[in-house]
């Protein structure tokens, strides 16, 4: 019985479409959250200079702001994710769900 809901689930046209968004999406933060990081990571190793420049007169320099902004582009993209996943997603899942039980019915 498993395995045969989970062969009519895997083969529904909804729930195609479901995996090719998430998967999608899920890859596209995942890029973008590589590119940030490892762009910190090589401005450390190659550019330290750049990020040792003092911000006014204090003592706070340009790297501070530059590491504090990775921290908060990972919870901005963390919410994003979470946000669409709760709405489309879960919407998404919940039809295919619906509609492979009404088949089952048939």
Known sequence: MEDDLV????????????KRRRDRFGWTLAVLMLIVYYGFVLLVAFDKEFLARRIGDGVMTLGMPIGFGVIVFTVVITGYYVRRANAEFDNL???????????ARQ
């Open 93 to 103: 899942s919940d039809a295919v769900v619906k509609a492979v039980q009404k088949e």
């Open 7 to 18: 062969a009519r689930v895997a083969a529904h046209s909804q729930y195609r479409q479901l």
